[in-house]
């Protein structure tokens, strides 16, 4: 079975949250115009354009992300996960390797996490900047379980955009 998977970093946020935090920072004023006007890019590259999952952090510059990234996809299939808030590779990759059908997953996350999972998926280095994304195609064994050691049969990086290149991607 095939995945699509797209990691999305979150876009500008504040530098403190209003309560001091780093968990409730929320998104300035210029960095969700910057994701309302670069997100809508992205319905025309993914994969599987009509089964398309947003699955974000529970961090809110990420969750205000999704949700502008969810109104660009005119979908409504956002699904909360800690394990990218804080950056478990292995509790994502558990979660993904369950999934039973075709379809593009859009994780929005964070740095380092991002940059990290991309590494342990493909072997690419990629710094994600605020608003970036890359696209991995994740080829599952068809007979995984969670015993099984392999689950993942094949990643191939598939693309990069930083934000300013998302906004120069044809859009129908």
Do not use: C
């Amino acid at each position: 079975m095939n995945l699509e998977v797209i990691l999305l970093r979150h876009g500008i946020a504040e530098n403190r949250g209003n309560d001091g935090t780093d968990y409730n920072r929320k998104l300035t004023e210029e960095g969700k115009m910057k994701l309302k006007k670069r997100l809508p890019h992205l319905k025309e590259i993914i994969k599987y354009k009509e089964q398309v999952e947003i699955w974000s952090s529970p961090i809110l510059r990420a969750k205000e992300t999704a949700e502008i990234l969810a109104e660009a996809l005119e979908t409504d299939k956002i699904i909360y996960h800690g394990f990218i808030g804080e950056g478990a590779f292995d509790d994502f990759l558990m979660t993904m390797v369950k999934q039973d059908q075709e379809k593009t997953i859009i994780v929005v996350g964070h740095e380092p996490a991002l940059g990290d999972w991309a590494y342990e998926l493909s072997e690419k280095s990629i710094m994600f900047k605020k608003g970036a994304a890359a696209s991995f195609q994740v080829k599952l064994f068809d007979n995984r379980t969670p015993e099984t050691q392999d689950m993942v049969e094949d990643v191939e990086f598939s693309w990069y955009l930083t934000p300013k290149e998302m906004e120069k991607t044809e859009q129908k």
